[in-house]
């Protein structure tokens, strides 16, 4: 069975930092792999996916992800963070054709003035 | 695009009533719809799947009987908490999956609160 590992609950940075979330997953085969952003009492709003290629994918708001498959992660990554940034970030997996996801537990960024 | 949407966005109820929640898919077709339910401090976690024209697949340990999908068109499914109790008050979470694009979309969520 598909399980993703987001090792961080909670992660706090200053305004300006850079900014490294992890996710590790465990699929046997090449998944489909996504990174969502919740903000409180909303929807998720999908950040970035990747599914195959290049393994750096970039996606909205400033935010890459690279997939690493010898080490089985797919860090969601941003150069610099701003406070709107502040939200809870899911990692999830899919591999099969009608979409089915495995979560993430998720990470809670604080972002710092 | 790939806009989903949800009504209502809350809605409280005494226990004992019941409560429809739609999801649409506002500018794609949908043959799979999902349902979530979230709890404070929590992930998501998928009560079923919903296929246009077929029956809803449950997840173990979810009440079919109590929650009841029904995914009528490509653009809409519908999930109706049957004889609500406190218990059940939730965020409960929609998704839409767009096939061409093998993603799932988000619906912006319905806060539930049975009293």
């Not at chain 1, 930092?17 to 997953?25: F, G, H, I």
């Not at chain 2, 077709?29 to 404070?40: G, I, L, S």
Request: with cysteine.
């Amino acid at each position: 069975a598909q399980s993703v590992t987001q090792p961080d609950i909670h992660i706090t940075v200053s305004e300006g930092a850079s900014l490294e979330l992890r996710c590790n997953y465990s699929y046997g085969a090449t998944p489909y792999l996504f990174w969502y952003v919740q903000s409180p009492g909303q929807g998720l709003q999908l950040l970035l996916k990747y599914f195959s290629g290049d393994t750096l994918v970039q996606g909205i708001k400033g935010f890459e992800a690279e997939f690493k498959r010898s080490q089985s992660s797919f860090n969601l990554r941003k150069p610099s963070v701003h406070w709107s940034d502040a939200a809870e970030y899911f990692c999830a997996s899919g591999g099969t054709s009608y979409g089915k996801l495995t979560f993430g537990q998720g990470t809670i960024l604080t972002v710092h003035p | 695009g790939a806009v989903v949407s949800q009504h209502p966005s809350r809605v409280i109820c005494k226990s004992g009533t019941s409560v429809k929640i739609e999801c649409r898919s506002l500018d794609f077709q949908a043959t799979t719809m999902f349902w979530y339910r979230q709890f404070p401090k929590q992930s998501l976690m998928l009560m079923a799947t919903s296929n246009e024209g077929s029956k809803a697949t449950y997840e173990q340990g979810v009440e079919k009987d109590k929650f009841l999908i029904n995914h009528a068109s490509l653009t809409l499914s519908t999930l109706t908490v049957t004889s609500a109790h406190p218990e059940d008050s939730s965020f409960y979470i929609c998704s839409a999956h767009r096939e061409l694009q093998e993603t799932q979309y988000f619906g912006p969520g319905t806060r539930l609160l049975v009293l």
